[in-house]
């Protein structure tokens, strides 16, 4: 049982960003409007604490257990997919890797109570005074499996990655307060108060001023950061993903516009049908694949030309 957690760890958790995402989907999935993300001792301290329903005592024990997502009731739903995690396996995997405390409290308990387990065994259980949501803390990652632990970054590479992915997600959260704080000092802070201010916030002012809102998003360039390549960022029914698709839409689109002298910036929120979209054909749920690709392709493609010919007037 434990081995196949760890093996299962390396699917999931693969650095500290991914375990992050992990975490932070798990949060929005509770409705938590603040998310707070605390880092600190050179990454061997990892806290995320919520604001979201909690779980009740049984569920913070079921929650570690391999395979124990509440979160599919039936079949179906692993085809109509809304909600962010739905394989039950991260929490396990991470708490197999890892020096854990789970603590979550639900509207209806008066007291929280706080779980600990060390390499994927429960060692200790506790009340503990908190507000409604959920806190967990993952101390020393991956410390019983040496060899995964060579395989992580230098520590301001797993920085700089765990940065991006914030910042990919609070883009994805527009409605929650998203906050990371490394070594004490917030580095992220978004206020949830919808997409226009959290772009702001994430990108600050200068680069906000010179994007342009279109119906899928913003559009600039990415002379903006003094690039010298493409960032598009793409948001399918508001999770963050890859889509070479889409990718390739706003491409062709900016193509005659820049004359490949400059690069697309771009954040493309789309939504879709979640019937029309299939999102589990990579493990960690980044690949899309749409059902209709010409559609997308075409739609994307078509507003953001519309978007420069009214823009050029
Ligand atoms: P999944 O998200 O795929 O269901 P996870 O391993 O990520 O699997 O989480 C297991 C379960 O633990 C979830 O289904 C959910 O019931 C519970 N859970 C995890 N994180 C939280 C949280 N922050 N707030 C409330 N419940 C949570
Ligand atoms: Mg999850």
Do not use: C
Not at 99 to 117: E, P
Not at 216 to 244: C, D, M, P, Q
Not at 257 to 271: E, Q, R, T, V
């Amino acid at each position: 049982e434990n081995i196949s957690n760890i093996i299962a760890a390396g699917e999931v958790v693969e650095n500290y960003a991914s375990l992050i995402k992990e975490l932070y989907e798990n949060s929005l999935d509770a409705k938590a409007k603040n998310i707070l993300i605390e880092i600190s001792d050179k990454l061997n301290y990892i806290k995320i604490t919520d604001d979201g329903t909690g779980m009740q005592k049984d569920d913070i024990y079921l929650s570690v257990e391999r395979h124990a997502t509440s979160k599919i009731s039936k079949k179906d739903d692993i085809f109509n997919l809304s909600s962010f995690g739905f394989r039950g396996e991260a929490l396990a995997s991470i708490a197999a890797v890892s020096k854990m405390n789970i603590s979550s409290k639900t509207n209806d308990m008066k007291i929280g109570h706080m779980v600990t387990i060390y390499g994927g065994n429960i060692i200790a259980d506790k009340s503990v005074a908190m507000k409604t949501g959920t806190v967990i803390e993952i101390r020393n990652l991956f410390y019983n499996t040496p060899a995964r632990k060579k395989f992580l970054n230098k520590e301001s590479t797993e920085i700089m990655n765990i940065k991006d992915i914030v910042l990919k997600l609070a883009l994805s959260a527009v409605e929650v307060s998203t906050n990371l704080v490394i070594d004490g000092k917030s580095v992220i802070k978004t206020s949830g108060r919808g997409i226009d201010n959290t772009v702001y916030e994430v990108f600050g002012k200068g680069i906000f001023k010179n994007l342009k809102k279109f119906k899928y998003g913003y559009l600039g360039n990415s002379e903006i950061f003094r690039a010298s390549k493409n960032y598009i960022f793409t948001y399918v029914n508001n999770r963050y993903t890859k889509s070479n698709l889409i990718e390739r839409a706003v491409i062709d689109a900016y193509y005659m516009k820049l004359m490949k002298h400059k690069y697309p910036f771009a954040i493309i929120f789309y939504d879709i049908n979640p019937s029309e979209v299939d999102v589990n054909v990579h493990p960690s749920k980044k690949i899309v694949k749409f059902s209709d690709e010409k559609i997308v392709y075409g739609q994307i493609k078509k507003e953001i030309e519309d978007f420069f010919r009214l823009d050029d007037r």
